[in-house]
């Protein structure tokens, strides 16, 4: 299984980044699939994540407005569009899939992921 995120960059405050994670080995449509991201110094943390189906959505109050994660099960896979970016958006970040059940609890828990891609580096600059 493999995951590879990438479109990550530098982008100017309040510019925008979309980020993409292609998925290949498994059967892409079972696995709800979530965005997470880490900062220098930070522990990971959740952004965002989607159902199996794309109907569901679930994100982190801080970037919730801005961000807007979505699915292609056709291309097995998921991408994250960032607008309105902030110096606090800066990290790098993680695509990762969940082979369990949908559910707000779990989206936000990265230790129900099993597959994590290597992580594309985002930064902005103010």
């Known amino acids: 299984v493999q995951l590879q995120a990438y479109g990550g960059g530098l982008v100017q405050a309040g510019g925008s980044l979309r980020l993409s994670c292609a998925v290949s080995?498994?059967?892409?449509?079972?696995?709800?699939m979530g965005w997470f991201r880490q900062a220098p110094g930070k522990e990971r943390e959740f952004v965002a994540a989607?159902?199996?189906?794309?109907?569901?959505?679930f994100y982190a109050d801080s970037v919730n407005g801005r961000f807007t994660i979505a699915r292609d099960n056709a291309k097995n896979s998921v991408y994250l569009q960032m607008n309105s970016l902030t110096p606090e958006d800066t990290a790098v970040y993680y695509c990762?899939?969940?082979?369990?059940?949908?559910?707000?609890?779990?989206?936000?828990?990265?230790?129900?992921?099993?597959?994590w891609g290597q992580g594309t580096q985002v930064t902005v600059s103010s």
């Open positions: 989607i159902s199996r189906s794309g109907r569901g959505t």
């Open positions: 990762a899939s969940d082979p369990a059940g949908w559910s707000t609890s779990r989206a936000r828990n990265q230790y129900e992921y099993d597959f």
């Open positions: 080995g498994r059967t892409f449509s079972s696995y709800n």
